[in-house]
């Protein structure tokens, strides 16, 4: 096969359709091996097989792709699954045997909608940095005030600043708060404002901005990924239309010749009956003059003959 023709396979639907059940089957045979039993030796020689159909993917689709297979990072995501897959996992390298798993992982790479997610991840660590940083200003600064608050009279919840650190962090998730609160109430009435104030900031503010960064991330990647899809259609049409108008630029150009060449034939025959008019006017215009002579002729052989008909 060409090169052209191994290009076209791996870009193909099928082909990403069989190497996403491979990669669901190498999932399940996984799975399936951590229960041991008989079929534990069947299971590794059919894991032996789909390591080798990765290798031969990722065969095909450096010959296809060549220097273009490294642009992308999923492809290198990839192609590190398979070198981890293909490394014997013995002796000094058994701790790869634990980095099989990552196998199950390149169900990413082929469906992509869970690409565009993890793209979007990606993309809103910049800002979602910026919110997490605000998040953790927040828990520090309700520790210290916490543990000085409440330090002496709950040391279990807020003894020292790890202790306190601790406590706020379980507050976030609201998980449990109600026992931190009841032991804080007992000793200050009044705390409840605290926790209530903490926990709104918090778990209700904070991390709703942390998920309106990611959905808005996550929104520029679909847009962006449709505006491709737009420029694509673009461009077909594009040269669609260029393609018609070249037809028609070509359809008047031959018209626009046959209708010279029909102009130039009325031209070529024009000018081959335009002398005979002209020579039947010479005619008329010297028939008075051949007449007078053809008469003159007549009368100077008139006195001829009777001369002849004396003699």
């Not at 290198?76 to 196998?103: K, N, Q, Y």
Request: aromatic share 10%; with cysteine; glycine share 10%.
């Amino acid at each position: 096969m060409s090169r052209e023709q191994i290009t076209r396979v791996v870009e193909s639907r099928w082909f990403s359709n069989v190497m996403l059940l491979v990669i669901l089957v190498n999932a399940g045979i996984l799975g399936w091996a951590t229960y041991g039993g008989s079929a534990l030796p069947y299971l590794l020689i059919a894991e032996q097989v789909i390591v080798g159909v990765f290798v031969i993917e990722m065969a095909l689709k450096l010959y296809a792709w060549r220097g273009d297979f490294f642009r992308a990072p999923w492809n290198w995501f990839d192609l590190l699954v398979v070198v981890v897959s293909v490394i014997p996992a013995t002796g000094p390298f058994s701790v790869l045997r634990i980095l099989r798993v990552l196998r199950i992982l390149r169900v990413i790479t082929a469906v992509p909608q869970m690409r565009m997610i993890i793209t979007a991840l990606f993309r809103s660590v910049p800002g979602m940095g910026t919110v997490i940083g605000l998040l953790l200003v927040t828990i520090y600064t309700a520790a210290i005030i916490a543990q000085q608050m409440f330090g002496r009279d709950v040391p279990e919840y807020f003894g020292d600043l790890g202790v306190s650190l601790y406590t706020m962090f379980l507050l976030l998730t609201t998980e449990n708060w109600p026992d931190v609160s009841d032991a804080v109430l007992q000793q200050h009435p009044l705390g409840w404002m605290f926790f209530v104030t903490y926990i709104v900031i918090t778990a209700f503010i904070m991390l709703n901005l942390v998920i309106g960064v990611i959905v808005t991330a996550m929104e520029q990647e679909v847009n962006e990924e449709r505006w491709v899809e737009d420029q694509e259609l673009e461009a077909v049409q594009h040269e669609a239309v260029m393609a018609r108008l070249d037809r028609l630029g070509a359809q008047v150009e031959r018209l626009d010749r046959m209708l010279r060449e029909q102009r130039g034939d009325a031209g070529g025959a024009d000018g081959a009956d335009g002398p005979v008019p002209s020579e039947a006017g010479a005619g008329a215009e010297a028939g008075p003059g051949a007449v007078a002579d053809t008469g003159c002729g007549a009368g100077a052989a008139a006195p001829g003959n009777g001369h002849r008909a004396d003699g």
